[in-house]
């Protein structure tokens, strides 16, 4: 790997402040409509956006600014729960918003994304770019040619961010030609979700868990995040990239690197990001006769979810009767460091699964003396169970003695149980983007990833690829709506463990 400028050495300032102009590119794409606009409609109902603060959107398509304020309207209305659709808020917000018909290959267009700035000079200016990363570097050198730019302007890019390791350094390449990396946001959305954020608090500031963190007493670490949907119209995107890189990459590897990191020396967004890369440097690699083992390929085949018909993978839209491009990904992989030496984490991440979920389950090593009823040995270990969707919330699976005269020493497992919504209920829990999009404007950096994340992330991501090319196998067969395929369930039980399901 080229050998480069130590990110981080120049900071951003964090500023506190949410007083910027936000340029969001593709403002009239699914992301933007669906997530980031209703996320800055909360963060103006919380009082969280300075009064000063402008939203200009940026489209290919032929739009007035009413017509661009109305289409955000109706965004709104159907992504906003109507009991926090406030009229005075939301009349604020629409005001907010600009909009300017831009091709975003044309140099020439982009003066008028200058004028814009001229009356918001003051202010940081964000760059959002929810576009295809393929463009992220013409409009970052197009924006830096037309003076709209300076040097408080920052810019948040989308994964994935190529689909390789030397895709992924071209990408990068390209935005630091223009943005310092102290001024690049790279999102994985996952960092800012409350339950992961919580995780970094439960890890750190609890005595309980954060001397039980290590191979002395976890036996195995367990994360599975699943899709009920299938591609949803992607079959171009999803082809080239399959559930590896689409999934694995980002969400999964950050999940790991979070559960795996020592601990950061404070709370700074590189201090964090250095444990974190750490992490992805003692990740295992893959030998030629662990993949048979080790690693599970899985493609869906028709089936059905909630009762309703669902078409296989080969059977999509637009579908590659040939593909071999896997839609579910099972492995056992591990840290190789002194806290993790001989813990395995088992991944499992697919589409078209019977439930949506998204969860991390710490398995704690049972007692060395058991004292109890033999057959109920098996009940003789704690779980940690960190539940990120769909209901965000921990659990921690404890062992009781089961109530009543004759039941004598027998025991019970039962939950010790914060679930979000119910603990907290006057307090809505944010989406994950009202999150991002409030540090990043205020210039912090902490939930965002570092480009050497990226990369040590793609070359592990690499080289599993390269040995699946070699073996030229195709994907196991698993129908719609199961839990992918049975090797699945061998590759654990193989261990003597089986995957958790108290869904």
């Known amino acids: 790997m080229t050998q480069r400028k130590r990110p981080g050495e120049a900071r951003a300032t964090d500023t506190g402040s949410t007083e910027i102009d936000l340029a969001l590119f593709g403002a009239l794409g699914d992301l933007a409509q669906r997530k980031l606009f209703p996320a800055l409609y909360h963060l103006d109902r919380e009082g969280l956006l300075d009064d000063s603060t402008r939203l200009l959107g940026l489209a290919r398509q032929e739009v007035d600014r009413e017509g661009f304020r ?10 906003v729960k109507a009991a926090e659709l406030d009229r005075g808020v939301l009349k604020r917000f629409l005001a907010r918003l600009d909009f300017l018909q831009l ?42 040619a037309s003076g709209s730019l300076d040097d408080q302007s920052r810019v948040v890019v989308e994964k994935p961010i190529g689909h390789d390791l030397d895709s992924s350094a071209e990408v990068n390449d390209a935005i630091g030609a223009v943005f310092p990396e102290s001024r690049v946001y790279r999102i994985d959305h996952y960092l800012g979700k409350e339950t992961v ?40 995107y999803f082809d080239e990239a399959g559930q590896l890189r689409d999934m694995v990459q980002n969400h999964l ?27 992805l440097k003692a990740l295992k690699p893959f030998t030629d006769d662990m993949l048979g083992r080790d690693v599970v390929r899985g493609q869906y085949m028709a089936g059905t979810n909630d009762g309703q018909a669902v078409p296989g993978y080969l059977e999509e839209e637009g579908a590659n009767t040939d593909s ?60 940690l ?46 989406d994950a983007y009202e999150r991002l999009l409030l540090e990043v404007m205020k210039g912090q950096q902490y939930l965002f990833v570092r480009r050497d994340e990226v990369e040590h992330a793609w070359q592990w991501c690499d080289s599993l690829v390269a ?14 709506g199961s839990w992918g395929p049975v090797a699945s369930i061998a590759m654990i039980t193989q261990d003597g463990r089986s995957w958790y399901e108290d869904y």
């Open 197 to 236: 954020q919580n995780l970094i608090a439960l890890r750190f500031a609890n005595p309980l868990f954060g001397t039980q963190w290590n191979q002395n007493h976890i036996s195995h670490v367990e994360i599975t995040v699943a899709e009920k949907v299938g591609i949803e119209g992607r079959w171009g």
């Open 324 to 383: 071999h491009t896997e839609t579910f990904v099972a492995m056992k992989t591990g840290v190789a460091n002194w806290r993790w030496a001989g813990v395995p984490f088992y991944l499992r991440t697919g589409k078209r699964m019977p439930e949506k979920l998204s969860q991390i389950i710490i398995h704690f090593r049972q007692q060395p003396h058991y004292i109890f009823d033999p057959d109920q040995r098996g009940l003789a270990a704690n779980k």
């Open 467 to 480: 040995a699946w090319t070699d073996r030229d196998e195709p994907p196991r067969r698993y129908p719609a």
């Open 70 to 79: 109305n289409r955000v309207e109706a965004s709104l209305k159907s992504h």
């Open 103 to 144: 091709d975003f290959l044309e140099p020439e267009g982009y003066g008028a994304v200058r004028e814009w700035r001229q009356d918001g000079l003051h202010r940081p200016m964000v760059v959002y770019l929810s576009v295809g990363a393929k463009i992220y570097g013409d409009i970052c050198r197009h924006l830096e």
């Open 385 to 430: 169970v960190i539940r990120l969707q769909p209901e965000e919330g921990i659990a921690l699976e404890v062992l009781t003695k089961d109530s009543g005269l004759d039941k004598g020493m027998r025991l019970r497992r039962g939950p010790l149980h914060l679930d979000f919504s119910s603990a907290f209920p006057k307090t809505r829990i944010p």
């Open 253 to 279: 590897l950050q999940l790991v690197c979070l559960i795996a990191m020592d601990p950061p020396a404070n709370l700074d967004a590189d201090a964090i990001r250095d444990e974190k890369v750490k992490v």
